[in-house]
C-alpha cells in the first residue's frame, strides 16, 4: 500500500514539474525535432522527480518531497520564463531582420518584444512566487514535520 501511495505521489509531482519546467523546455527547442534539448529538460525532470519522490521512506515523506521539488521549480519558472522571452525576441528580431524591414519597423519591432518579455516574466513571476512558495511551505511541513517525542524531566527538591 505504501508503494501505491509513493507511486501516486511520484506521477502527481512529476506532471506538475512538467508543468513548472515547460517554459525552460520550450526556450531550448530546435528544428532538429525529436533530439532536441528540450526533451532531455523534460526527460531530466520527469525522471528526477519520479526518482527523488519514490524513495522517500513513507508516504507523507513522499508528498513532502514532491512538493518541494516543485515548489522549487515553481520558484524558478520567472527565470525560465524570461529566458523563453529572450529566446522568442532574439528569434523576432532576427526575422524581422531578415524580411528587409526597414529601421522603424525593426524599432517597433524590438520595443514590442521588449515589453511582450516584460509582461511574460512579471506574470511568471506573479504566479510562481506565490505557487512556489506556498508548495515550499507544504513540502517543508510533510517533510520535516511529524510526531515528536518529548520527555520532561523534573527533579523535586
Same mark, same amino acid.
Given at each position: 500500500?505504501?508503494?501505491?501511495?509513493?507511486?501516486?505521489?511520484?506521477?502527481?509531482?512529476?506532471?506538475?514539474?512538467?508543468?513548472?519546467?515547460?517554459?525552460? $523546455?520550450?526556450?531550448?527547442? %530546435?528544428?532538429?525535432? =525529436? &533530439?532536441?534539448? @528540450?526533451?532531455?529538460?523534460?526527460? /531530466?525532470?520527469?525522471? *528526477?522527480?519520479?526518482?527523488?519522490?519514490?524513495?522517500?521512506?513513507?508516504?507523507?515523506?513522499?508528498?513532502?518531497?514532491?512538493?518541494?521539488?516543485?515548489?522549487?521549480?515553481?520558484?524558478?519558472?520567472?527565470?525560465?520564463?524570461?529566458?523563453?522571452?529572450?529566446?522568442? $525576441?532574439?528569434?523576432?528580431? %532576427?526575422?524581422?531582420? =531578415? &524580411?528587409?524591414? @526597414?529601421?522603424?519597423?525593426?524599432? /517597433?519591432?524590438?520595443? *514590442?518584444?521588449?515589453?511582450?518579455?516584460?509582461?511574460?516574466?512579471?506574470?511568471?513571476?506573479?504566479?510562481?512566487?506565490?505557487?512556489?512558495?506556498?508548495?515550499?511551505?507544504?513540502?517543508?511541513?510533510?517533510?520535516?514535520?511529524?510526531?515528536?517525542?518529548?520527555?520532561?524531566?523534573?527533579?523535586?527538591?
Amino acid at each position: 500500500m505504501r508503494f501505491i501511495g509513493k507511486l501516486l505521489a511520484a506521477i502527481i509531482f512529476s506532471v506538475i514539474s512538467l508543468i513548472a519546467a515547460s517554459p525552460l $523546455a520550450a526556450a531550448f527547442v %530546435t528544428d532538429n525535432g =525529436a &533530439s532536441s534539448p @528540450s526533451n532531455f529538460v523534460f526527460l /531530466a525532470v520527469f525522471v *528526477g522527480v519520479i526518482v527523488i519522490v519514490l524513495f522517500a521512506p513513507t508516504v507523507r515523506r513522499a508528498f513532502g518531497r514532491g512538493f518541494l521539488l516543485s515548489g522549487v521549480l515553481f520558484l524558478l519558472l520567472p527565470l525560465s520564463t524570461m529566458l523563453l522571452s529572450g529566446t522568442v $525576441a532574439s528569434e523576432m528580431m %532576427t526575422a524581422s531582420a =531578415a &524580411s528587409g524591414a @526597414s529601421e522603424g519597423d525593426q524599432a /517597433a519591432t524590438a520595443l *514590442g518584444a521588449t515589453l511582450g518579455a516584460g509582461l511574460m516574466t512579471g506574470l511568471a513571476a506573479f504566479v510562481g512566487l506565490i505557487l512556489g512558495a506556498v508548495f515550499v511551505i507544504l513540502g517543508l511541513v510533510l517533510a520535516l514535520g511529524g510526531r515528536r517525542e518529548v520527555i520532561v524531566v523534573q527533579t523535586r527538591g
